[in-house]
């Protein structure tokens, strides 16, 4: 009697493990994709606070895209991903040497006068370059993946708000939550 009790508990587990995986495989083929064409493929989670995606423009070396909400005192937010060849055998903003993230972080100053910088990390260990124009108007998150640059550019929601922590912490957040699957591993459909 005992082994019957085993056999069909071990059958119920096995059966909600088996659903639980279905589950889990359902919702990673809901996932949005962004194509960088020939390069990789960036899958993320349904966004939150009603963000959504529209890509303007996309070729073989750039994608620029807009990413926004109907919630007004939410930030706004630009990303471009473009090839730069000088980064062409880097394979994150991790591997960049002191004195080529000094030079990155000088290329700001062409467009700013003062600028504020930090470091974050993605739940993967990606590093983040955060880049904050005095006055809270602006925002950069800058990194790199396989000689790509990818730059995220906020601004308030509303003309009269500033950018806050909280807003560089939900940007960290989404770009954790981004999965980038390279080209050469990508299985057909």
Wanted: charged share 30%; with cysteine.
């Amino acid at each position: 009697m005992k082994k019957i009790i085993a056999l069909v508990l071990s059958l119920v587990m096995l059966l909600g493990c088996t659903a639980a995986m279905a589950e889990a495989t359902a919702e990673k083929e809901s996932l949005g994709v962004l194509k960088v064409v020939g390069a990789f493929d960036i899958k993320y989670s349904p966004l939150p606070d009603d963000y959504k995606i529209d890509v303007y423009l996309q070729n073989d070396m750039t994608l620029i895209a807009n990413i926004s909400t109907t919630k007004k005192e939410l930030p706004k937010m630009g990303l471009i991903i473009a090839f730069n060849d000088e980064w062409s055998d880097t394979e994150r903003l991790n591997d960049v040497s002191d004195e080529d993230m000094e030079a990155i972080k000088d290329s700001f100053f062409e467009e700013y006068d003062e600028v504020e910088f930090d470091i974050k990390e993605t739940n993967a260990g990606t590093k983040l370059l955060i880049a904050k124009i005095p006055g809270g108007q602006d925002a950069y998150i800058y990194t790199i993946y396989k000689g790509h640059e990818l730059e995220m550019h906020l601004i308030p929601g509303d003309e009269e708000g500033e950018l806050n922590d909280a807003d560089i912490e939900r940007v960290v957040a989404f770009l954790s939550d981004m999965d980038f699957v390279p080209v050469e591993t990508q299985v057909a459909d």
